[in-house]
């Protein structure tokens, strides 16, 4: 089995890919097509926020949002250090400097109680992640960053269709920024990216600067970059929408039949944590176990394929070596990042590969007794 199966959903889609990359080909406009209109419509009204505006990446998004807010050197934004490397880089890569605030030890996310120790007057932004699918605390966020006047940008990579309290991820806070990155819970066939917001004065400005600043025709009114989303990738996560909510429900039914099987075979593993208000889509199904290295590589070879969402937190990459923190800074992004492993997880994993997997899990586990 494979570890995100991205071919039943190929099958089960074709007809309509295809169709609507024919059509694009057919038109001819490759850049900002209708097709890019359409789906940032359909998305908006998905999310339930005034604007969308797509982008080359959900690298790009976080990049354009953060120079939307005017975000540069000397500058603090505050996020999690238990992330992909994105959230941190595009952050450094502004000159402004990441200040990591640790995660809650149930949910991997950062953890609001943390957050207000961390604000100094240079802090510019709160900046989020939704891990594995679950959104963040923004409850709690948002009046942190009321209070200081400060915008919230959700990283939203993994959390596409997901809800926190009745609201739709991406809707939660100042900016939403999500990625179609073909492994993502709704993915393109390459690299994309979209920014939800219900400013109009910041939607403008999100839109400018993914066109090099431009706001009309060849006149610039600020520094920007080529941010845009192909018109091809755009038709093809259109035709993915037409069973998304089915593959959200699917996610859920998958997870739900995981944390089950689990809870009943394999002491010890902790199966993943979703706040009572909260639903994931789960972008990754992770565990949690001691033994995660050792049960890994049995896992793999038993042929259930797994990974480790993620190994590193960002404190200790080289690449944020500069900021001179060191091991024992976030103990509790540490101490997941240890820990977690991810199953194979999505839409169209089968009863029978769940309880592969769950057999080769209790298995491997009595073996380490
Ligand atoms: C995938 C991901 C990104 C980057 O998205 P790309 O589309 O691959 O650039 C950013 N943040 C998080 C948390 C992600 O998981």
Not at 202 to 216: C, F, P, W, Y
Not at 277 to 301: I, M
Not at 315 to 339: D, R
């Amino acid at each position: 089995m494979e570890f995100i199966d991205l071919k039943t959903q190929y099958r089960e889609l074709k007809t309509s890919i295809h169709e609507r990359m024919e059509r694009v080909l057919g038109h001819g406009q490759y850049i900002m097509g209708p097709e890019v209109f359409e789906l940032e419509e359909r998305l908006a009204e998905y999310v339930g926020v005034k604007h969308c505006i797509s982008a080359s990446s959900g690298t790009c998004t976080l990049l354009i949002a953060m120079m939307a807010l005017g975000i540069g050197s000397g500058d603090e934004v505050i996020t999690t250090p238990f992330t992909f490397i994105s959230t941190g880089e595009m952050i450094a890569l502004l000159g402004a400097t990441p200040v990591f605030v640790d995660v809650d030890p149930d949910t991997c996310n950062i953890d609001p109680a943390k957050i207000e120790a961390a604000i100094t007057p240079r802090t510019r932004a709160i900046m989020p992640v939704c891990l594995y699918g679950q959104c963040a605390d923004f409850d709690a966020i948002n009046v942190i960053a009321e209070k200081y006047g400060l915008p919230v940008i959700e990283d939203a990579a993994q959390s596409f269709g997901a809800t926190y309290k009745g609201r739709r991820s991406c809707a939660l806070s100042s900016i939403g920024s999500t990625s179609f990155f073909p492994s993502k819970p709704l993915g393109a066939y390459g690299d994309g990216g979209a920014l939800f917001t219900d400013d109009d004065h910041l939607a403008k400005t999100m839109r400018e600067i993914r066109v090099h600043g431009q706001d009309r025709r060849y006149h610039h009114s600020r520094v920007g970059i080529n941010g845009r989303m192909d018109t091809l990738q755009a038709a093809v996560v259109l035709a993915k929408l037409e069973r998304f909510d089915w593959e959200v429900g699917r996610r859920a039914h998958v997870a739900a039949r995981y944390d089950q099987l689990i809870s009943a075979a394999c002491p010890g593993v902790v199966t993943p944590c979703v706040l009572p208000h909260a639903s994931s889509v789960y972008a990754q199904y992770t565990l949690r176990v001691d033994v995660r290295d050792e049960l890994s590589k049995a896992l793999n070879a038993l042929g259930v394929p797994t990974a480790v969402h993620y190994p590193i937190p960002l404190h200790l990459q080289p690449a944020f070596g500069y900021l001179g923190l060191k091991e024992g800074a976030f103990p509790v992004a540490e101490a997941c990042s240890q820990s977690v492993l991810s199953l194979p997880m999505g839409p169209d994993v089968t009863e029978e590969q769940q309880i592969f997997v769950v057999d080769s899990l209790q298995k491997t586990l009595q073996g380490f007794a």
